[in-house]
């Protein structure tokens, strides 16, 4: 999915950044590493989370990335980590399967920061940023469609679901009828082109978020799946944590933390009984919360890097119970694009 350190919605898809793990002092007191441990960082990215813990404890990390160039970058801490760290170029929502496939297998702890990466806002051939021109793309791995195709050949209800839903855009028909509306006289193959065409019709006050935010971070999440690749994560850490083992998880924005919060809230619930049938149904708990509620950065750290002001952290530590049955994850999920004849909101 993404790998991110360090970026919050605000700077979702522009402005320039260092290279800063967000909450990190709280991500190792949650995650807890132990000399002779197994831990997977999902999201690579830059690599700080993965240094730190290859510095807390004697263990090893199997550290994730779908972004080729965070893969290349890593090669140094590899060499470094005197045969400690392993470094796979995959989707973390594979985590369980590629612990499996390096014998790995079983965690003690698993962190998934889910934000996009400041190296790749930097980038504007990455299209991420509507703060610099650079081809609309979006894509972290490099495959599928991009953001331009999106736009391209979207009808404008499927591109207001999408700005809607992932870019929580209240403005999302406009913005859509105005993407089609451009489309027929050009295409639209440039982020500033689309940050242009937005502006147009969404208006922001001084100080305010830039118009275009919120959609373009809608379609980075469309184009890289985040959301389903995030439900994945979850149940394959899940499947792959040894019991006592620590799944923590930074989000920043709403719509993945709302995600993170009901997974976690599930998994930890005691099965229900009542008076009439007194005999509980449903699995076990499969996870003990380890943070009661969200975990949020200090003030120092805002200070220090405004960016992790919207972070939340969570954690949970794995049971002893099997893990759930997975059919309930896409309920997690928003509800799928309407068709063109279906009833808009």
Not at 20 to 29: D, F, G, I, N, T
Not at 65 to 89: N, W, Y
Not at 94 to 121: C, K, N, T, W, Y
Not at 208 to 234: C, D, G, K, W, Y
């Amino acid at each position: 999915m993404t790998t991110g350190h360090g970026v919050g919605p605000a700077d979702a898809a522009g402005g320039p950044a260092r290279h800063l793990p967000v909450m990190l002092r709280e991500v190792l007191a949650h995650l807890a590493p132990k000399d002779a441990g197994h831990y997977v960082d999902g999201t690579f990215g830059a690599g700080g989370y993965t240094s730190a813990i290859l510095g807390a404890a004697d263990c090893r990390v199997l550290a994730i990335d779908r972004d080729p160039t965070a893969i290349a970058a890593g090669q140094t801490l590899v060499e470094a980590s005197g045969q400690r760290l392993l470094l796979v170029h995959d989707r973390f929502s594979r985590l369980d399967e590629i612990a499996a496939e390096q014998d790995f297998m079983p965690l003690d702890g698993v962190v998934l920061d889910i934000g996009v990466s400041s190296m790749q806002l930097d980038e504007a051939d990455r299209g991420f940023s509507f703060r610099r021109d650079g081809p609309l793309d979006m894509r972290m791995g490099g495959d599928g469609l991009s953001a331009a195709d999106l736009c391209a050949t979207l009808d404008d209800v499927r591109l207001a679901h999408i700005i809607w839903t992932f870019g929580e855009e209240r403005h999302s028909r406009a913005i859509a009828k105005a993407i089609v509306k451009a489309r027929e006289e050009a295409p639209i193959t440039r982020t500033a082109q689309l940050a242009e065409i937005v502006s147009r019709v969404v208006w922001a006050k001084p100080g305010e978020m830039h118009p275009a935010t919120r959609t373009f971070q809608a379609l980075r999440i469309a184009v890289n799946e985040e959301l389903s690749e995030l439900v994945e994560a979850l149940a394959a850490a899940e499947r792959a944590l040894r019991p006592g083992g620590r799944l923590v998880v930074v989000t920043f924005h709403s719509l993945e933390d709302r995600i993170v919060k009901t997974f976690l809230s599930h998994r930890a619930k005691a099965p229900s009984a009542s008076r009439h049938q007194p005999q509980a149904e449903g699995p076990e708990p499969s996870f003990r919360l380890v943070a009661k509620g969200a975990v949020e950065p200090g003030p120092d750290e805002v200070a220090g890097n405004p960016r992790s002001r919207s972070a939340k952290l969570r954690a949970a530590e794995r049971t002893d119970a099997p893990a759930h049955p997975g059919g309930d994850l896409m309920g997690l999920l928003p509800p799928p694009s309407p068709q063109r004849h279906g009833r808009r909101r």
